[in-house]
């Protein structure tokens, strides 16, 4: 399973564009890499892991050297001490962050649940432009520091992608159309909670940005994506417009992107957002667990529409909370408000 942090249709758009020659090109090679990484991510097979009570991170970071082998040379194992290279301290904390918040937030150990080891290798590439979990570790490019700063830079990037992970060994929702875009919604909602945790923030403190800080300067955009607003998060004439509807009524239609995965994201991302903000508070700890309970607890299919996830939330949320609970409730004109249900 592959899932990358910067989607196809930003590329398509650099790479088809009138810019910087470097810049297409560089667009045209990260596409390039990408498909090839998708291909690969269908035969990866998921072993159920056995349960490991021991909750202790296991972390190695590794260098590619800026060529596109994996895994590259270990350069920090866990414990040791800050190397002083920016981007290797980076994943390393940021993995760190992660794993910190799925055991604290919902006593998960790791990404399988039983200690899985954290791999990341850093300098992926020539300024590689995207990030990625390639079913067994995190993979980051540098950025071209045109359009995309390093990809170690926002925490809520490693914790979207290592939320893929998490996905590939519960719900295992199939990468394409409503399944793939609700694989990228729960990786957009958990990346953003793990912020907003590592930051103390409150649901009416956070941005709801992902990706904030990784456009370079002069691009005009604040982050990859809004789930407050979603298509808001940037328009430049090198990126083009964010492209993602917060409302079915707005609903795409695309063979592109696996069906449309990162732009219809944005209908179950703004429902997760109206859930959270009625509800109030830390909102990692009522919204968010309705929707870890729903993406861990067996029920769901691979295939797994937006209309069968928002009923599975509410199910969850009456058995938490109860059927006429205040936060049930907010579930539900949630998944009204993005016309999802009627």
């Not at 910087?20 to 090679?29: E, K, N, S, V």
């Not at 002083?84 to 794993?99: M, P």
């Not at 990346?191 to 009416?204: M, P, R, V």
Request: include cysteine; aromatic fraction near 10%.
């Amino acid at each position: 399973m592959r899932c990358h942090i910067v989607p196809p249709h930003m590329l398509e758009r650099i790479a088809g564009g009138a810019g910087d020659p470097a810049l297409r090109d560089r667009a045209r090679r990260t596409l390039a890499l990408s498909s090839a990484a998708r291909s690969e991510r269908r035969t990866l097979l998921v072993t159920p892991p056995s349960p490991n009570e021991d909750f202790v991170p296991n972390r190695t970071i590794r260098d590619a050297g800026n060529r596109e082998e994996l895994p590259g040379k270990a350069v920090r194992a866990e414990g040791a001490p800050a190397t002083g290279d920016k981007v290797v301290d980076q994943s390393y904390d940021w993995l760190g962050a992660t794993f910190d918040f799925f055991e604290a937030a919902y006593r998960r150990n790791s990404i399988d649940g039983a200690g899985l080891p954290l791999i990341s290798t850093v300098h992926y590439g020539d300024r590689y432009d995207n990030a990625f979990w390639n079913g067994e570790q995190m993979v980051y490019g540098d950025g071209d520091g045109t359009l995309f700063t390093e990809f170690t830079g926002p925490l809520d990037v490693t914790g979207h992608e290592l939320t893929h992970g998490i996905t590939q060994y519960t719900a295992n929702l199939e990468y394409y159309s409503q399944p793939g875009a609700l694989n990228e919604s729960v990786s957009d909602v958990f990346g953003s909670l793990i912020k907003q945790w590592h930051l103390g923030q409150t649901a009416d403190q956070a941005d709801w940005l992902i990706g904030q800080g990784l456009l370079a300067e002069g691009v005009n955009g604040v982050a990859l994506r809004s789930m407050k607003e979603p298509g808001t998060a940037y328009d430049d004439p090198q990126l083009g417009k964010d492209p993602q509807p917060g409302h079915m009524d707005h609903y795409v239609e695309t063979y592109r992107d696996n069906g449309g995965v990162h732009i219809n994201s944005g209908i179950p991302n703004h429902a997760f957002y109206l859930a959270a903000t009625a509800i109030g508070g830390n909102a990692w700890e009522k919204a968010g667990r309705v929707w870890y309970d729903t993406l861990t607890g067996g029920t769901l299919k691979t295939d797994t529409d937006f209309k069968g996830f928002a009923a599975a939330t509410l199910e969850t949320a009456a058995r938490l909370y109860g059927a006429d609970g205040a936060e049930t409730s907010a579930v539900r004109q949630a998944w009204t408000g993005v016309g999802v249900s009627p």
